[in-house]
């Protein structure tokens, strides 16, 4: 099931908003967030790394990966999972800061939480609200809406592979 909830989140984050990019890399670094944060905070991991990044594998500013970390604070050495680190580091500042505001305005600013950290942490939780009402209509509709979804995933990703064809 783990799978088919990747598929079905990862295409609302990647596909859909982003119709014209080539979503390939994005879409597989989405089901990778899935996979290895599936569990109570996974809204909170697919909105960091949607924010941060929009799931692509990215170095900016000396910060690497689908959520943007630093590796000398992050990672052992050699960092050969960012994925794994990005989640590693926002489960430590969970257990550090207990609410979502404070911890994602370090998790940006560092020992620092100021007005620009408090910002991106309101941006961020909005994005994960609506996350997690894709993540809900999921859990209780699950197969259903798999199914219904299924054959407009399919033609969607036909319609990209077949270069000739007329798809709309």
Same mark, same amino acid.
């Given at each position: ?38 569990? %109570?905070? &996974?809204?909170?991991?697919?909105? *960091?790394? +949607?924010?941060?990044? !929009?799931?692509?594998? @990215? ?56 007005? %620009?950290? &408090?910002?991106?942490?309101?941006? *961020?939780? +909005?994005?994960?609200? !609506?996350?997690?009402? @894709? ?34």
């Amino acid at each position: 099931m783990i799978l088919i909830k990747s598929l079905y989140i990862c295409y609302f984050l990647t596909i859909l908003p982003h119709p014209m990019q080539s979503y390939q890399p994005m879409f597989k670094n989405c089901t990778d967030v899935v996979k290895q944060g599936n569990g %109570k905070d &996974l809204d909170l991991y697919l909105a *960091v790394a +949607s924010y941060e990044s !929009k799931f692509l594998d @990215i170095i900016s500013n000396g910060n690497h990966g689908v959520f943007q970390i630093k590796p000398k604070y992050w990672c052992n050495v050699p960092c050969d999972d960012l994925i794994k680190a990005g989640i590693n580091a926002l489960f430590f500042l969970g257990k550090r800061y207990k609410t979502r505001k404070k911890l994602l305005c370090h998790y940006n600013r560092g020992n620092l939480c100021d007005e %620009k950290g &408090l910002r991106y942490a309101k941006n *961020v939780i +909005s994005k994960s609200i !609506k996350i997690k009402r @894709i993540l809900n209509d999921f859990d209780r509709n699950g197969m259903i809406i798999y199914l219904t979804y299924l054959s407009s995933i399919l033609s969607h990703f036909r319609c990209v592979l077949d270069t000739s064809s007329t798809c709309s």
